[in-house]
Structure formats: structure tokens, C-alpha cells
Nanobody
Framework: QVQLVESGGGLVQPGESLRLSCAASGSIFSIYTMGWYRQAPGKQRELVAR???????NYADSVKGRFTISRDNAKNTMYLHMNNLKPEDTAVYYC????????????WGQGTQVTVSS
């Protein structure tokens, strides 16, 4: 089993920066992909960024050039550094992890609220 705990959300003004963290515990050595998703009220959950155990990354078009995903395997922690935040970035951000042990298992954190408002 894997447990994910997000932190770092909060209220910021447009143009400011924020860093989210996701700490993983449990059967962490089998995790091969981690990512950040976000969901606003009335909208579907969408992929923001993801990173593999080898360091390959993917970003949503809406955040390219502004967000950076990283992963510290030694600390079992994933980060999302968000720059130049916009009001449309307002959402609950969720940490996600995939673990393969015969089957692929998917895990989610409880989410952290990010609000961008002037």
C-alpha cells in the first residue's frame, strides 16, 4: 500500500509562486510514475504534470513554461513548483502514484487547495 500526503497549498495573488509537495510512504519502492492532477468545481479532474522514476516529464499545455515537476527518490517526495500563477489555476491539486506489483495500483492523496485571486 502507498499513502500520499500533499502540502503547500494556499491563497496567492496572480503572478506569485507556490510549491506543492507530495510525500509517499508504504510500498514506495515499486512506484514508477507520479503526477499532479487538479480539479475545479464543476470540471473534470485533469492532468497537470507527471514524472516517471527515470525522470521523464509531461505537462499540460496550460502550464508549460510556468510549472516544474520534480522528484526526489531518496526522500520519496514529489514537488510541483508553480510560477506566475493565474486565477484559472485555482483548483484542488491531487498527488497521484502508480505502483506495479503484478498489477498496476493507483493511489491518490487527499488534495490541497490552491486559490489564485487578487
Amino acid at each position: 500500500q502507498v499513502q500520499l500526503v500533499e502540502s503547500g497549498g494556499g491563497l496567492v495573488q496572480p503572478g506569485e509562486s507556490l510549491r506543492l509537495s507530495c510525500a509517499a510512504s508504504g510500498s514506495i519502492f515499486s512506484i514508477y510514475t507520479m503526477g499532479w492532477y487538479r480539479q475545479a468545481p464543476g470540471k473534470q479532474r485533469e492532468l497537470v504534470a507527471r514524472i516517471t522514476s527515470g525522470g521523464s516529464t509531461n505537462y499540460a499545455d496550460s502550464v508549460k513554461g510556468r510549472f516544474t515537476i520534480s522528484r526526489d527518490n531518496a526522500k520519496n517526495t514529489m514537488y510541483l513548483h508553480m510560477n506566475n500563477l493565474k486565477p484559472e489555476d485555482t483548483a484542488v491539486y491531487y498527488c497521484n502514484a502508480l505502483r506495479r506489483d503484478g498489477f498496476v495500483f493507483e493511489y491518490w492523496g487527499q488534495g490541497t487547495q490552491v486559490t489564485v485571486s487578487s
